[in-house]
């Protein structure tokens, strides 16, 4: 007959397992990698640049769109030149720049601009010369919006 698991917690059961510790050892050495990168790419293609892996002297990275990809390209010299001077770096050679959007794409506030004195005036204008009267209320209450 099969036991059912036990969920004590013993002083045993509180370690994590050598599985979980190799995985968390890997990915503190890529963040500190990730900054090392990241220091060496120029300061304006910083925020939109990733560090993705470092393997047999291949650096790759991702960005979030082709302009961004294209500018890290353009200066593939210059990071690679200091990223050289890292031990850990000494011998990359080549860079490879990938495109990768955004997952959630950053929405900007919506932000409302009160409409000009003479656009608000050809709008009660044309709301005078409108036979719609729900029409003509809207295009009222968008001239309504003018600044002062």
């Not at 599985?19 to 900054?35: F, G, I, V, Y």
């Not at 939109?48 to 961004?68: P, Q």
């Not at 890292?86 to 011998?91: G, H, K, N, S």
């Amino acid at each position: 007959m099969k036991q059912k698991p036990s969920l004590h917690l013993s002083p045993e059961s509180t370690r994590p397992s050598s599985t979980l510790n190799q995985l968390l050892a890997k990915a503190q050495l890529h963040a500190s990698a990730e900054q090392v990168v990241l220091a060496a790419i120029p300061h304006p293609l910083r925020d939109r640049t990733r560090f993705v892996s470092y393997h047999d002297g291949e650096l790759t990275l991702s960005t979030e769109s082709a302009a961004v990809a294209s500018q890290v390209r353009y200066r593939q010299h210059e990071v690679l030149e200091t990223l050289r001077h890292e031990d850990a770096f000494r011998y990359a050679w080549k860079l490879t720049v990938k495109v990768r959007p955004a997952r959630h794409p950053i929405r900007r506030a919506r932000t409302m601009r009160p409409l000009s004195n003479e656009n608000a005036r050809l709008l009660k204008e044309e709301a005078g010369h409108t036979k719609d009267k729900k029409l003509r209320e809207v295009l009222e209450k968008l001239a309504s919006h003018a600044r002062d």
